[in-house]
């Protein structure tokens, strides 16, 4: 099945309202196998509204699932079942059940709204039937299904229409989730059982680090050119590159298969710059590695600022192995906290390679780990000499006596600066503990 | 103007990025007068890329203002720029000054990556030119302007042809940020002003910490119903609000004299509540005035993990008054580094208000600060009880002898709980410093 996305909502195009409802959507069509071709945004009206319907339906690549979000409400400009059923000829017939439900739903507000001291909205609603604009919610084109909304007040609607399916939701996006969930996904998968289509869709992401953007496009370029199934997406994040293979079969098993071939032939061009797959970020596979080998790290911070120390810390259970930060920030704090010699800060400078040295070991000292990390460099915009510029850096690694420490040339502004230093000391423990024998 | 945006990219479709750059884009836009009438989403396929635009110029409601955003990267599936090229028939030209750009900031990366003793990524890339996919970002269509991009290597692109203009963006969203606000609104905006639109457009943004968005919301109501010219726009930010006031006028100073008359009725109601505006953040106007009043601050940090030092030091010559911050994730680091009694920390809990205030003293100590602030609590999804649940989090503020702690509950996960706590922290220095006398 070939779907469309189309989002309703004035909202969503004038960008008061993030789109998050269409990248979900098509996420769980993709775990049944269904790909999205088309993601659309229309606002509330009603002839942009019909004609985004007549495009999809239209659509060369001839769409045969269209999924409609938002517009669905009891307010004025509220238009989406309306219009589908206008552009498909179809008349609205009242569902019995749901107008029921409607003036249970009505009566309970009411009667919870009754506290004393209520104003506004409560006084309002008190003495009023369900309003006429509700009462619209329980409407539904002939031929269609109702699908029961528990957690609001619009339902959706499910209908096929000859080689076409329309399914409607509502856009806030706890109900639409849990209709698609409940209703549209089970209906959607047995409907692909009855036709025999492609029955499932399954991705996997290989994530890089420490090797630039067009370096992998180049070192994979006989891959890349003739991807079809699986398909092959590289996509950049700052200090990394994630590779997201997809593939289409007839079965899981067939489609983890085919993942499987091509990530080989990633990892075989690729090698250990891949350091994870997925979910797994570049701080919590250092942190498995630190739990497996039953070690704890201290940091100690000068131009990243407790960049690092946050990242690792957003990781839950990380105050298993990360002991602490000394972000000595003020050459003060590197001789007080970290027993940095005031005299080697003289004589080479806070941003060399001794002091990262010395830094590392008294990360160590202090917090009593087995291994720590030292970082210290010059962010810019200020600080920076023709002998020290801006975005010097140099990263030492300390485990018991063993003690490295690298130079770095980072660009960008300041923050890229610390982003990228951050970035540097994590590949530089994780490759030191992946690389222990 | 009438504009459309089109988002190029496979990743946006499947969902696995949700398109953020739509709605930033629909929102700029929409502060010099241009209205978005519909956003489209295309994978990384020619075919349907080349119908997208087609579609975008061959509307009935006329779009005269296209915006292509992401597709200009180095690799193979990258085809934007030369696919708009295929639809308008026109040839692309290789831009002089780009590729010699490309030449210098690839050589530059090289040498960054010369380092002794690095292994992998950098050993591969010696000795190789400049990868051919890379000169392709060098390429503009015949009679456009290439926008220089400071943060990435693919310059934007900007075209007028007869009735309609394109606009193309890189996908990251820093990038297409900076060119928007750099190049594409200001051509737009003189392009509306030579066509007799309002010649000026002048925004101010009023930022507000330690209120709710509902309770300015009903505050501001009075003043956010009848609004026209100048409009207000209130957006939400982690623990803050931003309120845009966008005036259009004839002239900057008459643009300039209608936003301070709506300022001054906004900061009538909401008074200290605003901190700033513009592009102040709070991190930088409370570094201003510990500047402004001569003092130097520590930290001592727990559940947030280096996050508010993040942030502090995320603002140019921080160095100044951020002394630094000890980041004691254990219990052993609060007692070695910063003195607090272990004793105190078995009897209270290390999430306490005592061990809170301990930890300030603690830093002020040993950093030899006139101000410190300290911040203790549980940031989960692990470490909760009934008595001290995911979220309690205590931050005390020292400043010589004065000593004060501060209870609170957060909500939300574990990254959202450290984000809360470190705007709390910051906002309780920024009210102490802001109302010394």
Redesign the interface.
């Known amino acids: 099945m070939k779907a469309e996305i189309i989002a309703v909502g004035t909202e ?9 409802n ?6 769980m069509l ?1 775990e049944i196998g269904i ?9 509330d009206n009603e002839d ?1 509204l019909a ?1 985004a319907i007549t ?1 999809a339906i239209e659509r ?2 001839g769409i045969d699932l269209v999924i409609l979000c938002g517009g669905l409400g009891p307010t004025e400009d509220d238009l989406t079942r309306e219009t589908l059923a206008a552009v498909l000829g179809l008349p609205l017939e009242r569902n019995a059940e749901w107008t029921q439900h409607l003036h249970e739903l009505f009566e309970k507000r009411r009667r919870d709204l009754g506290h004393p001291g209520g104003s506004g909205s409560g006084a309002d609603l008190r003495g009023n039937d369900l309003p006429r604009n509700n009462l619209r919610q329980a409407m539904v084109p002939k031929g269609a299904t109702l699908l029961p909304n528990t957690r609001g007040s619009a339902p959706g609607i499910y209908l096929h229409q000859e080689r076409l399916t329309f399914v409607l939701l509502p856009g806030p996006p706890e109900e639409m989730r849990g209709l698609m969930r409940e209703e549209v996904i089970p209906r959607l998968a047995r409907h692909l059982g009855q036709n025999g289509g492609e029955a499932v869709l399954v ?1 996997r992401v290989l994530r890089v680090t ?6 992998v ?2 070192l994979l ?1 006989p891959l ?2 003739g991807q079809t199934n699986p ?1 092959i ?4 994040h700052p200090g990394e590159m994630h590779l ?1 293979i ?1 593939a289409h079969a007839s079965d899981r098993e067939r489609a983890l298969d085919l993942n499987e071939k091509v990530a080989r032939r990633i990892y075989a061009v690729l090698g ?2 891949i350091y994870g797959e997925d979910e797994q970020t570049l701080e919590a596979v250092t942190g498995e590695l630190l739990l497996k080998q039953g070690m704890t790290l201290a ?1 100690a ?1 000068s131009c ?7 990242r ?3 990781v ?4 298993r192995y ?9 050459n ?2 590197k001789q ?2 970290l027993a940095v010699p005031g005299e080697l800060i003289a004589r080479e400078g806070a941003v060399s390679a001794p002091v990262a040295e010395a830094m590392a070991q008294g990360a160590l000292a ?3 780990s087995e291994t720590a990390l030292a970082i210290t460099g010059i ?5 920076g000499t023709e002998e020290k510029p801006v ?1 010097l850096t140099f990263i030492a690694l300390a485990e018991g006596e063993h003690l ?1 420490s ?7 502004e ?3 600066v ?1 982003r990228r230093a951050a970035q540097a000391a994590l590949e530089l423990l994780y ?1 030191h503990l992946s690389q222990r024998p």
Chains 1, 2 share one sequence.
């Open positions: 969503l195009l004038l960008g008061h309202v993030i789109n998050t269409a990248a979900e959507i098509a996420r993709a790909g999205v071709y088309h993601q659309t945004v229309v606002g942009r004609r495009t060369p690549d991705s420490g090797i630039g953007e067009s370096r496009a180049e370029a890349l050119e398909t997406a590289p996509l950049a997201r997809t250990e710059a940091l911070e990243t600022g407790g960049l690092l120390s946050h690792l810390t957003n839950p259970g990380s105050s990360l002991l602490g930060s000394i972000v000595a920030y003020s003060g704090l007080s906290a202090l917090c009593g962010a810019g915009p200020g600080g975005g490295e690298h130079r770095y040339r980072f660009s960008g300041r923050e890229e610390k490759r």
